[in-house]
């Protein structure tokens, strides 16, 4: 195996690397693969079998601590975005409201990522959701509510439903070449993480008109780009671009706390 060669190459870094290095070098397996190569790097070196337990204890040495904390932002982000999700699919309402209010949230939801309706109209439909839905909470907290109203924000949710799909475009209408469902769905869950946070007072004023100054810079583009029914390679990999940079600003806004 021509592993010696490969270690001097990188024997000006290991020899100025801190001890968590070499602890990392330490834990090394006696018998290495016969694939290592010259360019491998020391993330490459310290893989055994991927997915198990060992690999990540191999990993840890090589991650700062500032990683970590990064990794504890993002994951902050992501649970935050499933206890959203989950409010606002009614979790909690009795059983005949949480099926109304699930369907209402996933069919917005849909219908905004394939472009079925404008963004304009599917955020007063967001919005008019989360009113019902404080209505409903507060309902069913009460010692005893009254069940009427219960039926009324049902059908409340029926209207809303209906009022979607009269107004949403058949998805055959849409040109493939011009659709960006990934995008799409970013936006509106980033756009929906910052009415929560907002709401919540997790982010500060700054940090929500920066991110909504990116999410509209994103739009924008987005909209000039598809103004011929087409994206070229090279537009979508722009957009795409500005995405990362939106969800970026969004994860430091959120890591930020911790």
Known sequence: MKILPSLSRRRAKLLSSTTAIA??????PVSMPQVLRADSNLMSLSTTHHGTLNDLIRRLPIQSHLHDRELAGLGAAQELAVLHERQMCGEGLPTTLAVSFSGNYAAILSALVDERISRPFGRGLLDAHRRLLADATRWATLANPNAAYGENLVESLLEQRALLEQRAI???????????????????????????????????????????????RLERFEGYYKRDGFLSERERSLLHGRLIELQRETIDAFASRY
């Not at 602890?23 to 090394?28: D, F, G, N, Y």
């Not at 869950?189 to 997790?202: A, P, T």
């Open 23 to 28: 602890l990392l070098i330490s834990l090394l």
């Open 170 to 216: 058949p998805l055959l209408a849409i040109p493939i070449t011009a659709r960006t469902p990934i995008i799409n769905g970013h936006r509106v869950w980033i756009e929906e993480l910052l009415v929560w946070g907002g709401q919540c007072c997790y982010i500060n004023r700054g940090e929500l008109s920066r991110i909504a100054l990116l999410s509209q």
